[in-house]
C-alpha cells in the first residue's frame, strides 16, 4: 500500500491525502515533522535529503517535493480526471502548481507562521501585514483568472487546484483579518468546499 | 512560430530556450524584462498578471507563463520519451528536481547572484551574500550526493529534470565566490557544457 509519511497538518502533505481522497487511492500515514520529528533521523534523511514532509513511498519507489507527488499519482490513478489529457489543458493547471511554489508559497508564509505558529507576544504585526496585503495582491491574480474559467485547470477540477486550494482554506480560516471582497475566488473555494476529500483533510483547523 | 518573451538574461527564459533548442523549436524572442522594461505594460500585464519573464505565445494564440511549466509543456508535446521520460517514476523525478529549483535553491541563488551580480559593489549586503552562499553550497552538496549515484538527474539520461538546475549549476560555478569541490555536480555541469543548446543559451555572462 502506498506509504505517505507527513504529519496532517502540513500544507504540503494536504496536498497528498486530498489528491489520494479525490482518486480513492488507499495509503498509510505516519506522522513525521515539527513535534513528531523523524526528518531528523539518517533514515529519513536517506530519502528525503530535504528533512522536510511530505515523502511518499510507493511499492519501493520513494518521491519527495509534494506537487510533484500529486503529479505523479495523479498520472498513475486519475487521467482524464485529476490530470487533465490535454497538453494544453494540462499545463495551464501544472502552471498553477508551480506559481504555488514560485509565488504564492514565500507570500503567504510569514503570515500563516505569524499568526498560527507563533505565540501572541512574540508576533511582528509589520511582517504579518505585509504578507497579508502581499498574499491578498496574488489572490486578486486568480480572482481575476477565476473570472474566465470555473477552475485554475479550465472547466473541471484537477491537479491546478489542489496547492492552491490549501492555501484559499487557510485564508479565510484566518480570523479578523482584512480581506478584500473577491467574488471569483470565493465561488471557486465555496466549491472546494462541497468536495469530500477537502473537507476531510484540509478544512481541519490552522495547526 | 513560438513567440518567447522575454530577455535572454533571466535564468527562467534561459529554460525554455534551452529547452526550445533541445528540441530544434523554431521561435522568435523578444527582449522585455530588466533593462528592456515592458512587463508591467497593461498589454503583458494581461498576458502574464505577475508581470515577469518568460511568457509563450503559440501560433494558435494560446499563453502560457511559469517557466518549469512552460518546459515540461514543450518537452511533452515535442519531445517524449526523451526529454519527457515516459516512465512515470522517472518523470516524477525529473518533475522533483525542477519543483525543488523553484522552492528551494532559487531562494538562496537569488540572494548571492543578486547581490553580487546586479547590485553595485557599494551597495552590497556582505552578509545576505555569505548566508546565501553557504545555504546554496548545502543544496548544491544534495545534488552531489544523487548525482553520485546518477549521471543526471532523473536517472541515466538527460531530461527536462536538468535544466533549471543545469543554468543554477553555472551560476553557481561562474559567480566569484568561495566553492566546495563537489566532483559529481562537476561532473554532470560538464556533460551539461558539451551541449550546444547550453553552450548558446546558458554559458553566457553573467547580468
Request: hydrophobic fraction near 20%; proline fraction near 18%; include cysteine.
Given at each position: 500500500m502506498l506509504k505517505i509519511i507527513g504529519r496532517k497538518t502540513s500544507s504540503n502533505v494536504q496536498k497528498v491525502l486530498w489528491a489520494c481522497a479525490e482518486m480513492g487511492v488507499k495509503f498509510e500515514r505516519q506522522d513525521a515533522g515539527?513535534?513528531?520529528?523523524?526528518?531528523?533521523?539518517p533514515e529519513y534523511i536517506a530519502m528525503n535529503?530535504?528533512?522536510?514532509?511530505?515523502t511518499i513511498i510507493d511499492d519501493g519507489f520513494v518521491l519527495w517535493e509534494s506537487n510533484s507527488i500529486v503529479r505523479y499519482l495523479a498520472q498513475k490513478h486519475?487521467?482524464?480526471?485529476?490530470?487533465?489529457?490535454d497538453l494544453k489543458v494540462r499545463a495551464s493547471a501544472e502552471r498553477w502548481m508551480d506559481w504555488q511554489l514560485s509565488t504564492m508559497g514565500s507570500a503567504f508564509s510569514p503570515m500563516f507562521h505569524g499568526l498560527v505558529r507563533t505565540p501572541p507576544d512574540k508576533r511582528d504585526p509589520q511582517a504579518i501585514e505585509k504578507s497579508r496585503a502581499n498574499a491578498e495582491t496574488k489572490f486578486e491574480i486568480m480572482d481575476s483568472y477565476l473570472g474566465k474559467t470555473k477552475f485554475l485547470g479550465g472547466d473541471l477540477f484537477s491537479f491546478g487546484d489542489i496547492p492552491l486550494g490549501i492555501y484559499a482554506y487557510r485564508w479565510y480560516a484566518f480570523e479578523g483579518i482584512k480581506r478584500k471582497d473577491l467574488k471569483n475566488l470565493k465561488r471557486w473555494y465555496d466549491d472546494l468546499c462541497k468536495r469530500p476529500g477537502f473537507k476531510e483533510h484540509v478544512m481541519i483547523g490552522l495547526g | 512560430m513560438l513567440k518567447i518573451l522575454g530577455r535572454k538574461t533571466s535564468s527562467n527564459v534561459q529554460k525554455v530556450l534551452w529547452v526550445a533548442d533541445e528540441i530544434g523549436l523554431k521561435y522568435e524572442r523578444t527582449d522585455i524584462g530588466?533593462?528592456?522594461?515592458?512587463?508591467?505594460?497593461p498589454d503583458y500585464l494581461k498576458l502574464?498578471?505577475?508581470?515577469?519573464?518568460?511568457t509563450i505565445i503559440e501560433d494558435d494564440g494560446w499563453v502560457m507563463w511559469e517557466s518549469n511549466a512552460i518546459t515540461r509543456y514543450l518537452a511533452a508535446r515535442h519531445a517524449p520519451g526523451t526529454l519527457?521520460?515516459?516512465d512515470l517514476r522517472q518523470r516524477a523525478s525529473a518533475e522533483r528536481w525542477m519543483d525543488w529549483q523553484s522552492n528551494t535553491v532559487s531562494p538562496q541563488m537569488v540572494m548571492v547572484f543578486r547581490g553580487l551580480v546586479r547590485t553595485p559593489p557599494e551597495k552590497r549586503d556582505p552578509k545576505t551574500i555569505a548566508a546565501g552562499r553557504d545555504g546554496l553550497s548545502k543544496l548544491m552538496a544534495i545534488m552531489d550526493r544523487h548525482l553520485a549515484d546518477n549521471a543526471y538527474m532523473a536517472g541515466p539520461q538527460f531530461t527536462v529534470g536538468d535544466i533549471p538546475l543545469g543554468i543554477a549549476a553555472w551560476r553557481w560555478y561562474a559567480m566569484p565566490i568561495e566553492r566546495e569541490d563537489y566532483p559529481n555536480l562537476k561532473r554532470w555541469s560538464d556533460a551539461l557544457a558539451k551541449r550546444k543548446p547550453y553552450q548558446t543559451h546558458i554559458m553566457q555572462p553573467l547580468e
Open positions: 515539527m513535534q513528531f520529528g523523524v526528518t531528523n533521523t535529503p530535504n528533512k522536510l514532509v511530505p486519475g487521467m482524464g480526471t485529476l490530470c487533465p489529457t | 530588466g533593462p528592456f522594461g515592458g512587463n508591467d505594460k502574464n498578471p505577475n508581470g515577469k519573464v518568460p519527457y521520460p515516459n
